[in-house]
């Protein structure tokens, strides 16, 4: 049973920092690339970022390159986004998902986490 748990959101306010945290467990973490996406109220989840299973390769949504940044510890089996210069229009629900390549396309991924919520406040 694969499980994924995401940790580390909050609120804070714009031009601060959160670290996001997802811990993985039930198959071989090295083996699969994870992503993050996000969903904000009334409005679909989309893709954050996405980094492939040896952490060399990264991705990233235009609106969120150069203040966030995906990294992973295959050793801890966990993936984090380090997400500075926050703004109100980060606030979502943070899911990350694993799979076997990393795609921009929900469809790349095969198991997703339950979400924790970021709020930022102007």
């Known amino acids: 049973q694969v499980s994924l748990v995401e940790s580390g959101g909050g609120s804070v306010q714009a031009g601060g920092s959160l670290r996001l945290s997802c811990a993985a467990s039930g198959r071989t973490f090295s083996m699969y690339a994870m992503g993050w996406y996000r969903q904000a109220p009334g409005k679909e989840r989309e893709f954050v970022a996405a980094i492939n299973r040896n952490g060399i390769n990264t991705y990233y949504t235009d609106s969120v390159k150069g203040r966030f940044t995906i990294s992973r510890d295959n050793a801890q089996n966990t993936v984090y986004l380090q997400m500075n210069s926050l703004q109100p229009e980060d606030t979502a629900v943070y899911y990350c998902?694993?799979?076997?390549?990393?795609?921009?396309?929900?469809?790349?991924?095969?198991?997703w986490g339950q979400g924790t919520q970021v709020t930022v406040s102007s």
């Open positions: 998902a694993t799979g076997g390549r990393p795609g921009i396309s929900a469809s790349a991924y095969d198991y």
